[in-house]
């Protein structure tokens, strides 16, 4: 994975990040590598890895390149996940086959303009006619929503009960009533595609429900539990990629006649980001390990995702600190790393909403 990573993206990374456009040439690649199908199984042409494995995929990828592993993630741990987990055997295997093999991106679409951490909070709403249901609404920032050929959509249909009345729906792109809206023009991440997408009288055979009706949220929450697992990895990954380059430029920065990393003050931040990367990394690894044996991990997938996202928001910073006004451009990795971590406290639950995660479950008993 690291060599990999090292020969077909380093040399890239910056372009990437300026065209704002997930490489076409990268995917067929990625998918020769077994990464759009890394925890799924053999017959659908997965690799059939383990959670751990996924993480160290995801880690390395992020160590080099973060907007590249956030498409990884999102198209490995939300939208394939959802099918594989909850999908019936003849939905899996319509999608599961294209996806895993990478011939096309898979979007999933929880978020609304105005309703994020409080996802339940959702409009779009599907409304049965017949055979059919015809979707209405919009979802925002959606990962792969204007590339993605196969999204996952959570819909309302039955407002008067609540998380309980959510559906969720898989569908191709280009299905008629559905489109791409806005693309995002993001801080970080910009490699990774961010986009609206739009639902007008969408009209969906029943048979395109995912999952059973009104379970749509309840399933979402357990897409998220290990969803996190794989932001964490992100994490880890981008605070190594970060603390290797100011480690490196430590080194070799000479200033009042010696190298800056001889200086206790650049020293510390090197060593509290190296132990706070282990700590980070330890604690996404036991979340995955608990995953890998089929263990409930909503706790401790909320803690890795706060603990290694807040860690690498440090480490970036420290980063660019270490490099001084080499930091601030764009000469340096650090510059980049600074601008991608920050989606890393945010997306797939906010650190507040780790937080209260975390502490529902510590209450619970
Ligand atoms: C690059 C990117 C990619 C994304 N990809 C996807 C995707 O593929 N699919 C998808 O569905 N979504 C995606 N998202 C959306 C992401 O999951 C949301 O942005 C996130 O959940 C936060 O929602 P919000 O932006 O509406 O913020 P809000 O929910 O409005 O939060 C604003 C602030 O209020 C705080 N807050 C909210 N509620 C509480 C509370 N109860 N207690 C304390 N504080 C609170 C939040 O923590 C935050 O600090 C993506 C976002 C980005 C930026």
Known sequence: MREFAEAEMRPHVMEWDEAQKFSADLLPKLA??????????????????????????????????????????????????????????????????????????GAWGLTEASAGSDAAGMRTAAVRQGDCWVLNGAKTFITHGAIGGVMVVMTVTDRSKGNRGISAFVLEHGTSGMRAGKKENKLGMRASDTSEVIFEDCRLPAGQMLGEEGQGFINTLQVLDAGRIGIAALSVGLAQGAYEAARGYAKERRQFGQPIAAFQAIQWKLADAATKIEASRLLTYRAAYLKDRGRRMTKESAMAKLYASETAVRVADDCVQIHGGYGFVKDYPAEKYFRDVKLLTIGEGTSEIQRLVIARRLLES
Do not use: W
Not at 33 to 38: D, H, K, N, R
Not at 59 to 85: F, K, Q, W, Y
């Open 32 to 105: 020769e590598l077994g990464l759009m199908g890394i925890q799924f199984d053999e017959k659908y042409g997965g690799s059939a890895m383990s959670a751990v494995d996924y993480c160290i995929c995801i880690e390395e990828l992020a160590r080099v390149d973060p907007a590249v592993a956030l498409s990884v993630a999102a198209h490995n741990g939300l939208c394939t996940a959802h099918i594989n987990m909850f999908g019936s055997d003849e939905q899996k295997a319509t999608y599961l086959p294209r996806l895993v093999k990478g011939e096309v991106l």
